[in-house]
């Protein structure tokens, strides 16, 4: 059963947009705070933004002010929204959600990738 899919990656240039799609299993967004990571070529996976049921959102220090997470209930959906992109935001960009303990609360999934490059 696949619980997560991500899209909306792709190749842009710096100082671009795009906008990422996490689609996410019911019981999976009902139930926990939901989660965009990245993993960087020869890096580790790292935590981009967080946002939870009520909405509040936290991000990384290196994307505060270019990027937006927001959720829509009816549809399950998680989004991040980038702007002015820089070289350095070229990954792999996955969802998960968050348990309480700040565990996964999933397998991971394809991913999307992000490429910001001129």
């Known amino acids: 059963q696949v619980q997560l899919v991500e899209s909306g990656g792709g190749l842009v240039q710096p100082g671009g947009s795009l906008r990422l799609s996490c689609a996410a299993s019911e019981s999976i967004f009902r139930s926990y705070a939901m989660g965009w990571y990245r993993r960087a070529p020869g890096k580790l996976r790292e935590l981009v933004a967080a946002i939870n049921s009520g909405g509040t959102t936290n991000y990384n220090d290196s994307v505060k002010g270019r990027f937006t997470i927001s959720r829509d209930n009816a549809k399950n959906t998680v989004y991040l929204q980038m702007s002015s992109l820089k070289p350095e935001d070229t990954a792999v960009y996955y969802c998960?959600?968050?348990?309480?303990?700040?565990?996964?609360?999933?397998?991971w999934g394809q991913g999307t990738q992000v490429t910001v490059s001129s």
């Open positions: 998960n959600g968050i348990t309480s303990d700040l565990s996964l609360a999933a397998s």
